[in-house]
């Protein structure tokens, strides 16, 4: 099993920046890859960036391209979301979740076997 902990959410300007972290523990050889999802009142879940947990490959949704940074600590413990110019429409309930399959970096929700709690991320106008 692992285990996700989010945290760093919060209220923040539009225009501002947040950096949320997730802490991992457990079975964390078993992860291949980490991503964060979002997801808004009323809305789905929907997929914001993943990078695989041996470093080097990262993959964004578009809407977040450019402004959004995903990241791991070397001790492969913890990873990052570093969210630089946040829009009203970024906010959300943010959740981390780990995917064990070898390979591609996937953006379905079906696709990670763990999830954090997910953590208020709340940008006003």
């Known amino acids: 099993q692992v285990q996700l902990v989010e945290s760093g959410g919060g209220l923040v300007q539009a225009g501002g920046s947040l950096r949320l972290s997730c802490a991992a523990s457990?079975?964390?050889?078993?992860?291949?890859?980490m991503g964060w999802f979002r997801q808004a009142p009323g809305k789905e879940r929907e997929f914001v960036a993943a990078a695989s947990w041996s470093g080097g490959s990262t993959y964004y949704a578009d809407s977040v391209k450019g402004r959004f940074t995903i990241s791991r600590d070397t001790a492969r413990t913890t990873i990052y979301l570093q969210m630089n110019s946040l829009k009203p429409e970024d906010t959300a309930v943010y959740y981390c979740?780990?995917?064990?399959?070898?390979?591609?970096?996937?953006?379905?929700?079906?696709?990670?076997?763990?999830w954090g709690q997910g953590t208020q991320v709340t940008v006003s106008s």
């Open positions: 979740a780990a995917d064990r399959d070898y390979g591609l970096l996937r953006s379905r929700r079906i696709d990670y076997e763990y």
């Open positions: 457990g079975r964390t050889l078993s992860i291949y890859a």
